[in-house]
């Protein structure tokens, strides 16, 4: 069973950093390209980060609103996805789903992240 | 950065039927897109019920179905029941970057 688990929410001020981390299991990890989404209170959703696996160049693509702030990695030999997030701003307060693209798109339950001073 | 399109809200009568549309400020949505459809219920996680256009996971219901229709890709729910009641979004892909719809809202009524 394809499971997805995000952690490393929390309140965090603003121009401050967090790292998320989304852990896999159920397949093959390094086979299959990653995503973060995420949802602002009471918002549609928003795509954030994609990342390919290594056997597609492991290629990275991010959102406007983040790009040059957040970092998307994967560990591998962990299973495990991340997403650096620097110079927080509120606007970044959301909750934070991972994804993975296995035979559709499974989504993780989310990690809230609540940027404020 | 594209804007992906949806219908804001849609009633439907139970046991009836009813598509969702999502369409793209760049032109006609194809496969190339790989269209996405997500259900989403108040409080919790989205779900996956259609990918690349047409295909479906193993928890999806055989009454939603994929396709593209009059350019846009669509999702058509028939035989509608209350709990398909919930925000649907659309999801397209432009070369790796990724765009949602701003979901449509559906009431079973």
């Known amino acids: 069973e394809v499971q997805l688990v995000e952690s490393g929410g929390g309140l965090v001020q603003p121009g401050r950093s967090l790292r998320l981390s989304c852990t896999a299991s159920?397949?093959?990890?390094?086979?299959?390209?990653m995503s973060w989404f995420r949802q602002a209170p009471g918002k549609g959703l928003e795509w954030v980060s994609f990342?390919?696996?290594?056997?597609?160049?492991?290629?990275?693509e991010y959102a406007a609103s983040v790009k040059g702030r957040f970092t998307i990695s994967r560990d591998d030999s962990k299973s495990i996805a991340y997403l650096q997030m620097n110079s927080l701003k509120t606007e970044d307060t959301a909750m934070y789903y991972c994804?993975?693209?296995?035979?559709?798109?499974?989504w993780g339950h989310g990690t809230l992240v609540t940027v404020s001073s | 950065q594209a804007v992906v399109t949806q219908e804001p809200s849609l009633t439907v009568s139970p046991g009836g039927t009813v598509t969702l549309t999502c369409g793209s400020s760049?032109?006609?949505?194809?496969?190339?897109?790989?269209p996405y459809w997500f259900q989403q219920k108040p409080g919790q996680a989205p779900r996956t019920l259609i990918y690349?256009?047409?295909n479906k996971h193993s928890w999806t219901p055989a009454r939603f179905s994929g396709s593209l229709l009059g350019g846009k890709a669509a999702l058509t729910l028939s035989g509608a029941q209350p709990e398909d009641e919930a925000e649907y979004y659309c999801?397209?892909?432009?070369?790796?970057?990724?765009?949602f719809g701003g979901g449509t809202k559906l009431t079973v009524l």
């Open positions: 994804g993975v693209y296995y035979r559709g798109l499974y």
């Open positions: 159920g397949f093959t990890f390094g086979d299959y390209a």
């Open positions: 990342i390919k696996s290594k056997a597609f160049g492991g290629t990275i």
């Open positions: 760049t032109g006609a949505v194809t496969s190339g897109h790989y």
């Open positions: 690349d256009t047409s």
């Open positions: 999801f397209l892909s432009y070369g790796g970057a990724g765009v």
